[in-house]
C-alpha cells in the first residue's frame, strides 16, 4: 500500500518542531501550566503538519511562525527553568 503523504521541507519541519516542543515540556523545573502549553502547542505543530502531508488537494499555507513560534517557546522555557535556578 502506497502512502499518498506528500512531505516537503515545511510538513518535516512543522512535525520536527513539534516534537521538541513536546520534549522540551519534560524539562525539569516546569510549571503545569508551562508542560500543558508545551504539549499543546507542540501537538498542533505535529498534528498541523502531518495532515497536510496527508492532503490530495487543496493550498495550505505555512506562515513565517512556522519557524518562530516553536524556537521561541523552547527558548522561553529554557529560560523560565534556568532563570527559576539561578535567581534563588
Known sequence: MQSSAQW???EIFSVLSGIVLIGAAF???LTVKDRASAVMGGGFFVGYGWYV???TSGTFEFPVMIFVIPAAAVIYLLVKVFGHTHGT
Do not use: L, M
Open 53 to 55: 502531508a496527508h492532503q
Open 8 to 10: 516537503s521541507a515545511y
Open 27 to 29: 524539562i525539569p523545573g
